[in-house]
């Protein structure tokens, strides 16, 4: 463990661990060895590629309970050992790095995500699923993902499946949705994994149904304003 650790970090980091029940045979190939409060970021080391795969689905868990913890976005890397970097690197785009799930090429976190992706697709809709950008905020630069960043009839927005772990506060939601608004993504619906899962197409033609309503008011109120 390096010194950029202190042992305040170490002992929450052990303590979240154990209540994300990653279990033993898990958390003993992953490491906490940088943690950086002022940038936000964390880098946890892991043994191997399969390791990545395997942890990359707790990694929203991670983060919130470091959130929940600190009161601040924590963003966590992955990093594997030398020997595994070029295997990995032919893989790492910036969408769903790690994520446990694939279809027609694409990653996806969850089975509620891919069922999103596969109604978008019959709907012949434009989208990014897992999308990774670099966004600012409050004058510092930042990696934020959307679920799905979406363009309909030229109109762009953001669909987010919300699972029961994660995204439980609406006041954390809405800082979160700030940030994307700053950088000039400003209609987001989020919906639960359990309504992606269970009902997809109703949540897409809701989506772009609430997409084409949003920006079709946006322009009569600048109309009006001009």
Known sequence: MTDTVDKHILALWKQIVEQ?????????????????LPSKTATIRVDS????KAISPYLPRLESAFESVLRVDIKIRLEVPEVEAETLASEI??????A??????????????????????????LYFPNARGRLLDNYQRVNKEADFLICHEGRWGILECDGEMYHQS?????????????????FIKRFSSTECYNNPE???????????????QTHRGSANAD
């Open 20 to 36: 994300t029940k990653l279990g033993n045979a898990l958390s003993e190939f992953m490491e906490l060895t940088e943690f950086d």
């Open 49 to 52: 590629q399969p390791t990545v």
């Open 202 to 216: 109703k949540v897409v033609d809701l989506f772009l149904e609430m997409l084409r309503a949003f920006h079709l």
């Open 170 to 186: 609406a006041a954390k939601d809405h800082a979160r949705d700030m940030i994307w608004n700053a950088n000039g993504i400003w």
């Open 93 to 98: 785009t910036n969408q769903g790095l790690g």
């Open 100 to 125: 446990p799930l694939e279809w027609n090429g694409l990653r996806f976190r969850s089975k509620s995500e891919m069922k999103v992706a596969q109604v978008l697709d019959q709907r012949k809709v």
